[in-house]
């Protein structure tokens, strides 16, 4: 007779209690919870079973509940532990004790605890972070007492259970006075500075009275040391005061870092520094990117005010640097009437009223300010660019102003001026930290890439949107490229001249050259399954190999990973979760969790994932949306990602797809199945000078052609 198998309801585990033989018991999750711990201490004689709870004994450990019970799994090993009530109040016994080891002991253990938001719940409903705080106050516990008091104040206030606007100002003076003192301990000083992130983030009140209290200079100090983790956590509370402060101060806050030398070192003592900056490191300095970027915003919106007066001198005072030597003022009011054809000549679409040109936003007045930098800053070659186009025939010259702003439409656009940062990018640019005015040395840089691209291209006015579209395409393949300063980037600019776009564009379809013949039509039909089938394949031995994931909802953004991979016989996805970001392959026996691929309903994708649903603004980020997938699985569970990268989005979506028997239909594959197609054809119709199609194609290979190719996506 065939084996029936074990009812959907039925868990088989292991339990283990300190000083006994572990108990393997089969758990009926139609029970009562209380109802199974009271068994599991029949099994051992002990009495007071309400005293007593369930814990994972891996991972976390976090407690078993009525909500969480679904999650164990056959084999899952579990520990029979005290209540959390009954921890929590054991521990605040403990931490109130004479003796200093006794207190240090139970600090370390609450340090542990506090990160289970049922422990964490008992804990705080004892006002046991009352009890913490006033350790903190009393100013007077050091070392490793002090480290573990903040750690497990800072997980129990992460769970969101309490506001963090019930902070005393005693507390807050000590702990901004630990990140002001000169020399404190490592971990004390990057606990203090985690915490109050938190506070300015998560409470108006307390970054008013966090921001009275920190020094500015002492914040920055802390970026000139040699440890990383310190720098992160001190730049991550200068972006969080940055972007707490009201806007009409902001740029007054952006003076005082500009004084205090941040730019110089950020690139001196990280970028430049003796170590690789590392993702949590690159994130922070992409937040401080868009932050300095989004001060650009106001005049970007900022309309010019055709009758504002000093507005109508800006442009003049373009028209003076390019056509007049002297400054008279006199002079200038004497000849405006005259000054239609300059600027024609500057290349404003309404030269007799050139303000109308600033009326667009964006790019509003940021443009005028662009045009004025490179005129007073770069003044020979602006002049040179406006003279050089103005002495060309009227069809093939180069409209400065025109170009002007539109390039600083596009760069706005392309470097999210406006934008909140994207949880999870670190798409920083290193060159952008080598100059007080790196924005507008960009601009001007650009600006000659224009002029470069607009002769090469041989355009005429009627050409200036396409010119317009190489040069982005210019701009952003420079971009990727990562340049370490300006003039890095003029190198690449030049060296992806309009010739050489074509050349990469024509290389990047070539894939797709219009090869009409039957025969050709018939060859790819043939071939195509071949192709389909290898980059199947590819797909699930990236699953295999496994995956790291960011762990997203942590508002002090501290490092939590999970990693999940697909076992080797394609059966059983396995998952867990990860003390620091994964190196190289987990081991399965390190992934606790898994999921039967037969169990698989579904999945999901961008906004209709089951975690982009929440009311949550960082969650509801166009980039998150695109990275975000969910695996449906019985009964009525999910198992939410949100890739690092478009690549590694790609990857699982088509090779969940390829699990579940769908079609694969990203981005990656299209682009690979391109790719590939044009490989394998260029390398049949070599051999072949006289294509013929047999009556019947020929059976497929077991074993198709195999391609060793390597990615750059994203």
């Known amino acids: 007779m065939p084996v029936m198998p074990p009812p959907a309801d039925i868990v088989k585990v292991a339990i283990e209690w300190p000083g006994a033989n572990a108990q393997l018991i089969e758990i009926d999750q139609k029970k009562t919870l209380s109802s199974i711990i009271r068994e599991v201490c029949d099994g051992w004689s002990l009495s007071g079973s309400e005293q007593f709870a369930l814990r994972n004994a891996d991972g976390q450990q976090l407690y078993i509940t009525e909500q969480s019970r679904g999650e164990i799994k056959n084999g899952t090993i579990l520990r029979l532990a005290i209540s959390p009530m009954r921890a929590a109040r054991q521990l605040l016994e403990r931490m109130q004790s004479h003796g200093i080891d006794a207190r240090l002991e139970a600090l370390k253990e609450l340090a542990k605890l506090s990160a289970d938001p049922t422990f964490a719940t008992e804990f705080i409903n004892m006002e046991g972070l009352g009890t913490l705080a006033r350790l903190v106050e009393s100013g007077t516990h050091f070392g490793e007492t002090l480290a573990f008091t903040l750690t497990a104040f800072l997980e129990l206030m992460d769970h969101g259970i309490v506001s963090w606007d019930l902070v005393s100002v005693s507390f807050i003076k000590q702990i901004t006075g630990y990140v002001n003192q000169p020399m404190v301990d490592v971990s004390i000083l990057q606990r203090s500075l985690a915490i109050l992130e938190s506070m300015v983030l998560n409470s108006h009140s307390l970054y008013q009275r966090v921001a009275q209290e920190i020094t ?75 932050l300095t970027f989004n001060l650009l915003e106001e005049r970007m919106m900022t309309k010019l005010d055709p009758n504002d007066q000093a507005q109508r001198d800006f442009i003049f005072e373009l028209r003076r640097i390019a056509f007049d030597g002297d400054n008279d003022p006199s002079a200038i009011e004497k000849r405006k009437a005259i000054y239609t054809k300059d600027y024609k000549m500057l290349g404003f679409t309404n030269a007799g009223n050139p303000a109308l040109d600033f009326t667009q936003t964006p790019p509003g007045m940021l443009a005028l300010d ?75 840089v650009c600006m000659q890439l224009i002029n470069k691209t607009w002769k090469e291209m041989r355009a ?33 600019l030049r060296s992806l001249s309009y010739a050489e776009i074509l050349r990469l564009r024509q290389s990047e379809r070539m894939s797709q050259d219009d090869f009409q013949s039957p025969p050709i039509i018939e060859l790819r039909e043939r071939i195509q399954p071949e192709i389909l089938e290898l980059i199947k394949q590819q797909r699930l031995n ?30 059983i996805l396995h998952y867990g979760d990860l003390d620091e970001s994964p190196q190289g392959e987990v081991p399965f026996e390190m992934l606790m969790d898994k999921i039967a691929v037969s169990d698989i309903k579904a999945v999901l994708t961008g906004k209709d994932c089951p975690h982009m649903k929440e009311k949550s603004a960082l969650k509801q980020n166009k980039e998150v949306l695109e990275l975000a997938f969910s695996i ?39 682009s690979d199945l391109d790719t590939l197609m044009s490989m394998e054809m260029k390398l049949r119709l070599l051999d072949l000078e006289n294509i013929t199609i047999p009556e019947a194609p020929p059976p497929v290979p077991k074993e198709p052609s195999t391609y060793n190719f390597t990615y750059n996506y994203g």
């Open 370 to 444: 662009n045009m004025l930098y490179l005129a007073k800053l770069h003044q020979d070659t602006y002049i040179r660019l406006v003279l050089e186009n103005s002495s060309r025939e009227d069809k093939h010259e180069c409209p400065f102003a025109r170009c002007a702003i539109e390039l600083t439409r596009m760069l706005c656009e392309i470097l999210q001026v406006g934008e909140l940062p994207n949880e999870g990018c670190n798409d920083y640019h290193p060159m952008f930290f080598t100059h007080e005015r790196a924005w507008e040395e960009f601009f001007c």
């Open 542 to 571: 990236r699953l295999c190999e496994g995956s790291g994931f960011r762990k997203l909802g942590n508002r002090r953004r501290q490092e939590k990973f999970w990693f999940c991979r697909l076992s080797l016989n394609h059966k």
């Open 632 to 670: 449906l699985y019985d009964p009525d569970e999910a198992l939410n990602f949100v890739a690092p990268n478009k690549y590694e989005y790609c990857i699982w979506t088509d090779g969940l797809s390829a699990l579940l028997g769908k079609e694969l239909g990203s981005d990656l594959t299209r």
């Open 216 to 290: 500015v200079g002492q914040l920055i100090s802390h970026l000139q040391v040699s440890n990383q983790e310190i720098q992160t956590y001190a730049i991550a509370l200068i972006n969080a005061l940055f972007l707490k402060t009201p806007e009409d101060r902001r740029q007054e806050m952006a003076s005082t870092l500009a004084q205090k030398h941040l730019r110089a070192i950020i690139l001196n003592h990280i970028i430049r520094g003796n170590r690789p900056v590392k993702a949590e490191m690159a994130h922070q300095l992409y937040v401080l990117q868009v």
């Open 460 to 492: 005429t006015t009627e050409d200036f949107n396409k010119v317009m579209t190489v040069v982005r395409e210019q701009m952003s393949r420079a971009l990727a490229m990562k340049p370490s300063s300006l003039e890095q980037m003029r190198v690449k």
